[in-house]
C-alpha cells in the first residue's frame, strides 16, 4: 500500500514536471539521485564516469517530460534510462577505457570507505582484499547479467520491473540472474564466514 | 510426507524462489515451506548457503558519496539544453505565424508563389547567356564595318580614272 503511493506521488511529480513545475523536478531529484548514480557507479565503477552518466539520465527525464505518460512505475521508466546510459556507455567501448584509471581511483574510494572505520591494519587489509574481490567479480559480469544483478540486489526491484527496464521477459531476467548468481557464487562463495 | 521430496526447487526447476528466499523477498508462509524444505535437502541448503554468503559480500560494497555540486552541474546542463537554437530563433516567428489565427493557407500561397518566382529566376539565368549574346552581337558589327569599307574602296575605285589613261 505504502508502494502503490509512493508510485503515484512520483507519477505525480513527474505529471507536474510536464506541466512545468520545476520544483517537481528538484524533488524527483533529491529522491532518486543517490540510487541512480550509485546504480551506474556500480555499472561503470568510475564515479566520475557514473555522475556524468546521471545527468545525462536526469536531463533525458527532464527532455521528454512532455512526451511522459504514467503508464509504468517512475522507478522502472527511471532504471530504464540509467540502463540505456550505461550499456551504451559500455557498447560504445568508453567503459573499458576507464578502466586503468578505474583501478586507482577505486582504490583510493575503497581506502576512504575502509579509513572511516576502527579498524586494525590487519582487518583494513581483509576488508579492502575482499572489498576488491567483490567488485571484480561484479565487472566481470556480462553488461546485462551485471545491471540485473545490480537491479535486483541492490535497487530491490522486482523480476517485472527489471524486465520492463532492460526491455526483455521475465523469464530472460530470472534467466540473467540465476547465471549471474552462479558465477558470483562460484567466485565468492569461499567467502563465508570472513566477514 | 518427506520434506526433502516436497517441491525440491533445484529438482522443478524453480531455483528463483530459493534466490527470493535468500533475498528475504517471501512471505512467511513461504519462508516456513522452504525452511522445511532446506532442513532435509543438502543440495538446496549448500545453494542457500552460498547464496547468502554472495549477498552478504555484496552488502559490503557501499558506493561512494555524491558530489556536492551535482545538482547545480546539472541544472546548468539543462539550461544549456533549453535555450533555443539559432535556427529555432529564427523560425519561431514564421512557425507562430503559421500555427497562429491567421491561418496557414495564405501564408503557404504565398510562400509558393515566391519559391516558384525564384526557381522561375534562377532557372531562367543559364539561357540568358549575356556574355556570349554580346559577343555575337559584336562579331556582327565587325562583319557590317568589314562590308561598309569594302563598299566604300569599291565606290572609290570606280571614281579614280583608268591608269592607263593618265600614264598617256
Given at each position: 500500500m505504502m508502494a502503490?503511493?509512493?508510485?503515484?506521488?512520483?507519477a505525480e511529480l513527474m505529471l507536474r514536471v510536464r506541466e512545468g513545475d520545476s520544483q517537481s523536478f528538484a524533488l524527483l531529484l533529491a529522491k532518486h539521485r543517490s540510487p541512480v548514480i550509485h546504480f551506474l557507479y556500480r555499472m561503470i565503477q568510475n564515479q566520475a564516469v557514473a555522475e556524468e552518466l546521471a545527468?545525462?539520465?536526469?536531463?533525458?527525464?527532464?527532455?521528454?517530460?512532455?512526451?511522459?505518460?504514467?503508464?509504468?512505475?517512475?522507478?522502472?521508466?527511471?532504471?530504464?534510462?540509467?540502463?540505456?546510459?550505461?550499456?551504451?556507455?559500455?557498447?560504445?567501448?568508453?567503459?573499458?577505457?576507464?578502466?586503468?584509471?578505474?583501478?586507482?581511483?577505486?582504490?583510493?574510494?575503497?581506502?576512504?570507505?575502509?579509513?572511516?572505520?576502527?579498524?586494525?591494519?590487519?582487518?583494513?587489509?581483509?576488508?579492502?582484499?575482499?572489498?576488491?574481490?567483490?567488485?571484480?567479480?561484479?565487472?566481470?559480469?556480462?553488461?546485462?547479467?551485471?545491471?540485473?544483478?545490480?537491479?535486483?540486489?541492490?535497487?530491490?526491484?522486482?523480476?517485472?520491473?527489471?524486465?520492463?527496464?532492460?526491455?526483455?521477459?521475465?523469464?530472460?531476467?530470472?534467466?540473467?540472474?540465476?547465471?549471474?548468481?552462479?558465477?558470483?557464487?562460484?567466485?565468492?562463495?569461499?567467502?563465508?564466514?570472513?566477514? | 510426507m518427506n520434506p526433502k521430496n516436497v517441491n525440491c526447487p533445484m529438482q522443478s526447476g524453480n531455483a528463483e524462489i530459493l534466490l527470493s528466499y535468500c533475498a528475504r523477498s517471501l512471505e512467511p508462509e513461504q519462508v516456513a515451506q522452504i525452511e522445511l524444505h532446506l532442513s532435509a535437502c543438502a543440495e538446496c541448503r549448500a545453494w542457500a548457503t552460498e547464496q547468502k554468503t554472495v549477498w552478504a559480500a555484496m552488502d559490503a560494497w557501499e558506493a561512494e558519496p555524491v558530489s556536492a555540486d551535482f545538482d547545480a552541474a546539472l541544472f546548468a546542463r539543462i539550461a544549456a539544453a533549453e535555450k533555443p537554437s539559432a535556427w529555432e530563433r529564427w523560425s519561431a516567428p514564421w512557425r507562430e505565424i503559421l500555427r497562429g489565427g491567421m491561418g496557414w493557407r495564405p501564408v503557404l500561397s504565398a510562400g509558393v508563389v515566391a519559391l516558384t518566382l525564384v526557381i522561375a529566376l534562377s532557372i531562367e539565368n543559364p539561357f540568358r547567356r549575356e556574355p556570349v549574346g554580346q559577343t555575337v552581337k559584336l562579331e556582327a558589327q565587325e562583319i557590317e564595318q568589314a562590308e561598309r569599307a569594302l563598299e566604300d574602296l569599291e565606290m572609290l575605285r570606280q571614281l579614280e580614272p583608268p591608269e592607263e589613261e593618265t600614264s598617256l
Open positions: 502503490v503511493a509512493t508510485i503515484e506521488h512520483d545527468q545525462e539520465v536526469f536531463l533525458r527525464v527532464y527532455k521528454s517530460r512532455a512526451s511522459y505518460e504514467p503508464t509504468a512505475k517512475f522507478t522502472t521508466w527511471l532504471f530504464r534510462i540509467a540502463s540505456h546510459v550505461a550499456l551504451n556507455h559500455i557498447r560504445d567501448g568508453k567503459y573499458e577505457r576507464n578502466q586503468e584509471s578505474l583501478d586507482q581511483e577505486s582504490d583510493e574510494g575503497m581506502s576512504r570507505q575502509v579509513a572511516s572505520d576502527a579498524l586494525t591494519v590487519e582487518q583494513m587489509m581483509v576488508r579492502e582484499a575482499k572489498f576488491g574481490e567483490i567488485r571484480r567479480a561484479i565487472q566481470l559480469l556480462p553488461a546485462k547479467q551485471r545491471a540485473a544483478v545490480l537491479m535486483h540486489k541492490y535497487q530491490e526491484m522486482e523480476y517485472a520491473q527489471i524486465a520492463a527496464a532492460l526491455e526483455c521477459s521475465e523469464s530472460a531476467v530470472k534467466s540473467l540472474l540465476f547465471r549471474a548468481y552462479e558465477t558470483l557464487r562460484a567466485k565468492l562463495a569461499h567467502m563465508a564466514g570472513h566477514s | -
